[in-house]
Every structure is written in structure tokens, then in C-alpha cells.
């Protein structure tokens, strides 16, 4: 079967950094997805990684390991807005290729 | 902004209809997904396809079918709704498994 673990909570201040682990053990492993969904709201993509190695978009880094199936998105001075759950989504190759969410990390700022 | 539209947006039925919730993207995607999320919890994987003609069941047992007889039309289907049916289905598109997948805002159902 498939499994993608995260932290199911994380608080954090302004201004501060955070990272958001994700480890997953599923089969035909062919990229890695972090997407953000606001409370009611839709997700929405930040970052994809397929490589090993980091991948830098403004304030928002994701890392990948396959190696070790395992993923952080690395979030730098932290907004309000940036209150919302985190979610690691892994494609998988299962007849045609399928992606898969894990439960995500609702991570909560603080002033 | 994300061409992919879901209807209705809410809808309330009664035990035992059928109901079709529909999905659309102009952004002619081969992907694409359904999931179901109850609120505050992860999204599940109910449905998929690679292409017109191709569709696949997710990891989430459904009693729910789907078609995808056009590129740009993916809609789900309860033959009889229950009460477990309840939940938010979001429906998304992606261009190739590798590029970012685009949702729709979702379709509320209360299934009384």
C-alpha cells in the first residue's frame, strides 16, 4: 500500500522559519508535490520536486531525498497569512500514474 | 487563474437519488482526479483518468462510477446516495503527471 506521514500540527510566530517534514513509502515513485489549502478553500501548488535536491521559489523551499522518501517544505518569514494546512502529495505509478495526498500539516502563525 | 469548474457547488439530495456532480477544464488536460475530503481531514483519491476513454478507481473504496468520453469533461456519478456519501468532492486536472495539478472549488454534498 501507500503511506505519506506528516505532522498533523505545527504553531509557529511572524517572521519566523518552519519546516514541514514528509515521509512517504509508496510504490513507483515518480515526483513529489507540496500544495497549501486555506481553511474551505481548494489547494494549491508550491513546489515540485522530482530530483534530489532543494527547490527555491520566494519564500517557499522544498526538498526532495529519494533515497530516504523523504521531503520538507521550508517556509521563511512567516505571514498570518500563511496560517493553512500543507499537503505532500507523491505520484505513484498504479495503471497510468495516480497522485496521492497525504493527511497534511495544518500549521497555525502566531503574532 | 485555474479553468476548471465544478457543479453544483452545494447540493443537498435525499437518501436513494442519483446524482451526477459535474467537472470541466478548458485547459485541455489529460489528467484528471476526483477526491473526496470531509472537513479538516486528507483528501482521498476516489477516481482517475489519463485520457478520454481511460479511467482508473483511487485508493478510496467508492460506490461512485465516472466516464471520460470528452478531454474536457470528467464527471462522477451516485447511482443511489447515502448519508455516508456526504462530504466535499474536488474534482482537478493536471497537463502531465509532472506539472502541478489545478482543482476546482469543490462540490458540498449533504446527502439527508
Known amino acids: 500500500g501507500q503511506n505519506i506521514d506528516q505532522p498533523t500540527e505545527m504553531t509557529a510566530t511572524e517572521g519566523a522559519i518552519v519546516q514541514i517534514n514528509c515521509t512517504y513509502q509508496t510504490s513507483g515513485f515518480n515526483g513529489l508535490f507540496w500544495y497549501q489549502q486555506h481553511a474551505g478553500e481548494a489547494p494549491t501548488f508550491l513546489s515540485y520536486n522530482v530530483l534530489d535536491g532543494l527547490e527555491e521559489k520566494g519564500r517557499f523551499s522544498s526538498f526532495l531525498s529519494r533515497s530516504k522518501g523523504y521531503s520538507y517544505l521550508l517556509l521563511k518569514e512567516l505571514q498570518m497569512k500563511d496560517s493553512a494546512s500543507y499537503l505532500c502529495?507523491?505520484?505513484?505509478?498504479?495503471?497510468?500514474?495516480?497522485?496521492?495526498f497525504g493527511k497534511g500539516t495544518t500549521l497555525s502563525v502566531s503574532s | 487563474e485555474a479553468d476548471i469548474y465544478q457543479t453544483p457547488r452545494y447540493l443537498v439530495i435525499g437518501t436513494g437519488k442519483k446524482i451526477t456532480l459535474e467537472c470541466s477544464q478548458t485547459m485541455g488536460h489529460d489528467k484528471m482526479y476526483w477526491y473526496q475530503q470531509d472537513p479538516g481531514m486528507e483528501l482521498h483519491l476516489i477516481h482517475y483518468s489519463y485520457g478520454v476513454n481511460s479511467t482508473e478507481k483511487g485508493d478510496l473504496s467508492s460506490e461512485s462510477t465516472v466516464s471520460r468520453i470528452r478531454t474536457e469533461h470528467f464527471p462522477l456519478t451516485l447511482e443511489s446516495a447515502r448519508p455516508s456519501h456526504t462530504s466535499q468532492y474536488l474534482c482537478a486536472s493536471s497537463a502531465t503527471e509532472n506539472t502541478e495539478a489545478f482543482f476546482g472549488q469543490g462540490t458540498r454534498l449533504t446527502v439527508v
Open positions: 502529495a507523491v505520484i505513484i505509478r498504479q495503471a497510468g500514474t495516480a497522485l496521492i
